[in-house]
């Protein structure tokens, strides 16, 4: 199983002052619409080409929609990159205005 985190788990890490670094693998037009403050977008088809951006140096957290991409994203990182500094979030971003965040816009 690939490791994941909740959004209130992620809300009270950030809350913390954890130095988390937060990338959102969805598409620009869904991070133009809503996203965690501070998160770094990197569309999961560009994450080949785009891999040298995540740090391997902090925890990572993958943020998508639901979870799903995120996760993909998170399986690529660790099987063709060995990143071990990874989390997804489960539920995604819609989870995390649901349940965190109700400012972050639903869709």
């Known amino acids: 199983m690939l490791p994941e985190l909740t ?7 950030l809350q913390s002052g ?3 670094q937060l990338i959102d693998v969805r598409q620009p037009e869904e991070f133009d619409f809503c996203r965690i403050a501070g ?3 990197i569309p999961l088809g560009e994450l080949a080409s785009r891999a040298n951006e995540v740090p391997d140096d902090r925890p990572v957290v993958l943020i ?3 979870g ?4 993909q994203a998170l399986a690529y990182l660790q099987h063709r990159h ?3 500094n990874l ?4 539920g995604g971003i819609d989870a995390w205005s649901r349940r965190v965040d109700s400012s972050v816009a639903l869709y």
């Open 7 to 13: 959004p209130e788990a992620l809300h009270a890490r």
């Open 18 to 20: 954890e130095n988390l």
């Open 39 to 41: 998160s770094l977008l």
């Open 64 to 66: 998508c929609h639901h």
């Open 68 to 71: 799903v991409r995120s996760m």
């Open 82 to 84: 060995e990143y071990t």
């Open 87 to 90: 989390l997804n979030l489960r």
